[in-house]
């Protein structure tokens, strides 16, 4: 059974993802008597956790699903290649750098330069990067992370980086932390494990008198009441600064244990803190993508729902334990798109039953004064998630597209597509609005098909 606290892999959220896809093939009725079964044998008290057993025990009758275990094996090779690429690169950059240094001087400037100053920009950025994701408005960046190409190579589809690229790019962000950390430790390692790092003279060189004693102890204040005897004192400072013909004589242990403190306070301390905030981000993201993956709510209903037994002989059907409205969830929002939901009891609708009565708006069909307010009530709503019921076998209108992306705030939404009674959609009526969703300005637009259960 899955911890709740455990993070889940990436490969649940994929296998969830293209199995509830696949499952759409099948009768309502034969999808409510084995998802009941899986409920019933399902330990997890968290939706998540029921989720991914759903998957799990769909992966076993599916042949794509033998596979799952080689998707598993890869991201853990793969990261774990990664991270001892990370490692490994900064000791080799430390190495490169003080092997570089000519007639053995180490230039305190370019060493501060590379892995300090350079270190604590890329955090400054990570963490700007990270606050406008958090908050569903990321900058746009430059696709360099070595991370990306990794997760490309384990999960080739193109659609489920599409569909669900708010979970990956924290996702990258998290290992972008630990790559940064791990270059930084291997840089530290290669300092700490070379004798000969005792043996350097450290210098600096300026054609200005620049007050380099204020910056140095601006930098050791952090640690200047805890350890201070780390610091770089006056006369060290004039006695390494480099001129040409000149003998340099400053402290070498003064600079050294300077520039270890700075390494591990400035380049280190903040990627680790970074590392922390991405994975608890991260967790979160990926959590509410599994539970919100199209076709999931429907599997929840029909995993928590008991059996009852009808008058025809041998039938058993399911329906959701106790009263109808036990488990509303006012943080969801119904749109009634033009009318789909006239001929509709929504409670028959396995994935809408826990949307409140007084959260579900009709629009598309009055004023355009009516629709600014409908979209204003929809925005003070603050909706985790918006479903959005549309008649399928009519072709996606442009009004659609431009009534959503008014909706300010509204991160998540699920196009529920009806179909005409007793009949069924086909697959071209499918991929035209899987086509439109990807044109609305909403960070994960999922469709999904509804169908009826049997009971009013």
Not at 29 to 54: M, N, P, Q, Y
């Amino acid at each position: 059974m899955r911890n709740r606290f455990q993070v889940p892999p990436l490969s649940d959220l994929y296998n969830l993802s293209r199995l509830a896809e696949k499952d759409n093939s099948l009768p309502l009725s034969e999808r409510r008597t084995r998802d009941h079964a899986i409920g019933l044998k399902c330990k997890s008290t968290d939706d998540v956790g029921r989720l991914v057993f759903w998957a799990q025990q769909q992966s076993t009758k599916d042949e794509e699903g033998s596979g799952l275990a080689d998707h598993y094996q890869a991201e853990a090779t793969l990261s774990l290649l990664l991270r001892g690429g990370a490692l490994l690169a900064g000791i080799a950059a430390m190495i490169g750098f003080l092997s570089s240094s000519v007639e053995g001087r180490v230039n305190v400037s370019i060493f501060m330069a590379i892995f300090v100053a350079l270190q604590f920009v890329f955090c400054v950025f990570s963490l700007g990067v990270m606050y406008r994701s958090v908050r569903g408005s990321p900058p746009v960046v430059l696709p360099t992370n070595p991370a990306k190409y990794m997760l490309f190579r384990i999960f080739p589809d193109k659609k489920f980086f599409r569909e669900f690229w708010s979970v990956v790019r924290i996702l990258l962000l998290r290992y972008s932390q630990e790559i940064g950390a791990l270059f930084t430790i291997g840089a530290l390692v290669a300092v700490l494990s070379n004798p000969g790092f005792k043996d350097f003279d450290y210098v600096w060189e300026s054609d200005y008198d620049i007050p380099l004693k204020g910056i140095v102890d601006a930098l050791a204040a952090p640690w200047s009441w805890i350890y201070p005897g780390i610091e770089v004192s006056t006369k060290t400072i004039a006695e390494s600064r480099y001129r040409p013909n000149s003998t340099i004589s400053g402290d070498n242990s003064e600079w050294r244990a300077f520039l270890i403190m700075a390494m591990f306070l400035y380049a280190l301390l903040p990627r680790l803190l970074l590392w922390v905030l991405s994975r608890h981000y991260y967790s979160r993201a990926l959590c509410s993508a599994i539970v919100w993956c199209p076709g999931a709510q429907g599997i929840l209903m029909r995993m928590k729902a008991t059996v009852v037994s009808t008058q025809a002989v041998g039938e058993k059907l399911t329906q959701p334990s106790g009263s109808a409205f036990e488990n509303l969830d006012k943080k969801l929002v119904l749109v009634d798109w033009a009318g789909a939901l006239d001929s509709v009891n929504t409670l028959c609708l396995d994935e809408l039953k826990s949307v409140p009565a007084e959260n579900v708006v009709s629009v598309g069909l009055g004023s355009l004064v009516s629709e600014k307010i409908s979209a204003m009530r929809i925005i003070d709503l603050a909706p985790s998630m918006l479903f959005v019921a549309v008649k399928a076998w009519e072709p996606p209108m442009a009004d659609l597209r431009d009534f959503l992306s008014e909706l300010e705030g509204v991160k998540r939404c699920t196009l529920c597509l009806l179909s005409l009674p007793g009949k069924s959609l086909n697959d071209s009526n499918i991929d035209d609005w899987k086509v439109f969703s990807r044109k609305i300005d909403i960070d994960l637009v999922n469709v999904t098909e509804l169908e009826s259960s049997r009971f009013n």
